[in-house]
């Protein structure tokens, strides 16, 4: 079965183009559900790191369709240095299948190594990650299952109240169309808080589990 999540997932500052902002540090949690049964989760840290910040992304699935078991796993490292991703390691599996994506800051923008896709990309490329609200501002980005360009189409839906935990909360809401297709919410501080998408006839949905102050956003 095809990957089931976008997921999840920075390069010299001499080198990077000026940027002003910079993340907050904070960890995020969502469980993952399928046609509404919890069949995972997605764990997202960001923390100080010299000159920035370090994400680690952690994404843990397992269910079944029909009479068809899956399991994925993802793990991936990135460092930033304000919008300035630095560093990324991606390593992904699914059903035994490995993938991975890999990508370093140079003099000439950015450099991939993954699965799909060896070569060099613009110095403002992103992750697929989707922990930071600007990912939504995109035209491409790094797949970080497997290193792949991806071309990416963003619709601002509009604002919705969002229900966090108990917590009723106002989010814009986006609809991407990339390799996979998806619905995000991120909240009026920039901070992830749903994701929704449909795969091969299965509903799923993000539901975030922890607070959402301690989001880190960007």
Known sequence: MRSLVLAAVAFAAAAAPAFASQATTGRTEFRIYMNGAPVGRHVVSVTPAAGGVE????????????????????RCEERWSGDALQSLACTDRENNRAKSARATRDAGGVRVEGTAFKGEAPATIEPSSWWRSDTVRQSRLI???????MPVRVTRIGTETVDVGGERVQATRYRVRASQDADIWYDQAGRWVKMSFRLRGQQFEYRKVTPVASAPRA
């Open 143 to 149: 797949d970080t299952r497997t290193g792949a360009l």
């Open 55 to 74: 994400a680690d992304v952690s994404i843990d699935m397992k269910g079944r369709v029909g009479p068809f078991a899956f399991s994925y796993t993802h």
